[in-house]
């Protein structure tokens, strides 16, 4: 099968075509396992962490990707929650020991042992992806393949997050940069909180004219002042910066989550203008999202479904692969990027 692959840690600004396509051996079902033939895959700004060295491979070359939707092709012997047929699909999380005091508790996502897809395993930038049935899971029907993709990391991620910051209807709710995460938690928000205001800040303008479309009270750059304080933020920026602006803006007792597997280095110094009694005291509440669990992604798939939420999407060619990945790192965002696989039409 072709596969784009991770051979080394490299610098984008310096290599714009980090990822090499390659033909390896197509994986066959162990026991309880399944082979998904990938007909889409979403692209992640942890791909850019992966290769640019913050969140590094376990090892190389890997195949990146954990928004991975196709059709199940190959079935284990033992594993007995899918057909030949199935439309199934995996996020990051791709194994778990389940049996530590976190993944008892339904923390998996804290598991010591936990492994994530397309970083620790091969993933989805490739025709055929692997993964335990566990681990896996159907697709709405009302989802095209591209539609889903989406769902499986920016979108159950952007659930676990709102789960986190944990807001009230009628709350003034901080969206802190606006990508492929953002857009869906804005779509979760405006049915599960229909009377709270969104305030977007995102250093583009078609990103803050996307928010504002989709329903946003207001939308401005970084270091722009909303109209009023916030009761809660949820940041999903690589930097440090837009952390340092929205504390300002959050009332007493206000929660900040932080959506993203790392930070990079290149504006740390902000850091430095952290004002305590401006940006943290009152019982003001910063705390971090790692990971996922089956649940979160359970969830989100009915809510998901539900409402429905349909993603805002820019499809990509296989073949252009690092392509997507250069844009998400120009900022050349609008709602969530995809990789078509397949070759099934819709």
């Known amino acids: 099968m072709k596969a784009f692959v991770i051979e080394k840690v490299s610098d984008l600004n310096d290599n714009p075509q980090p990822l090499k396509l390659i033909e390896v051996e197509n994986p066959v079902a162990g026991i309880d396992e399944i082979v998904i033939e990938v007909w889409a895959c979403g692209v992640c700004h942890t791909e850019i962490d992966e290769i640019e060295g913050r969140a590094t491979p376990s090892f190389y070359p890997i195949i990146p990707g954990h928004q991975i939707v196709g059709e199940v092709v190959d079935v284990g012997k033992g594993a007995t929650k899918f057909n030949i047929g199935d439309r199934a699909g995996a996020g990051w999380i791709y194994s778990a020991c389940g049996n530590c005091e976190f993944c008892k508790k339904g923390l998996e996502n804290l598991c010591p042992d936990f492994k994530a897809t397309g970083k620790d395993s091969n993933g989805g930038y490739a025709e055929y992806f692997k993964i335990n049935t566990e681990f896996a899971f159907k697709i709405p029907e009302n989802f095209t393949f591209e539609e889903a ?30 990508g492929a995460s953002g857009h869906l938690v804005l779509k979760m928000i405006r049915f599960l909180y229909p009377d709270s205001k969104v305030f977007v800040f995102s250093r583009t303008e078609r990103e803050r004219q996307l928010a504002l479309n989709l329903g946003a009270y207001w939308a401005d750059d970084i270091d722009s002042r909303p109209p009023f304080k916030l009761h809660v933020a949820i940041d999903t920026t690589p930097v440090w910066k837009p952390i340092i602006e929205v504390l300002k803006h959050l009332l007493p007792a206000g929660r900040l989550v932080i959506n993203a597997i790392r930070k990079q280095d290149s504006d740390k110094e902000e850091l430095l203008k952290l004002d305590y009694s401006r940006d943290l005291w009152l019982e003001k509440e910063i705390k971090s999202v790692a990971n996922i669990t089956r649940n979160d992604i359970e969830e989100f798939l009915k809510i998901a479904s539900q409402i429905p939420i349909k993603p805002e999407i820019e499809i990509y060619p296989f073949k252009e692969a690092n392509k997507a990945l250069i844009d998400i790192k120009n900022r050349k965002i609008k709602g969530a990027k995809v990789l078509k696989i397949g070759r099934k039409d819709e």
């Not at 159950?156 to 807001?167: D, E, F, H, M, T």
Request: glycine share 14%; charged share 15%; proline share 7%.
């Open 149 to 178: 993709a989406p769902l499986f990391c920016a979108g159950a991620i952007g659930y676990r997050s709102l789960k986190l910051v944990n807001p009230e209807n009628k709350h003034n709710i901080g969206l802190v940069g606006f």
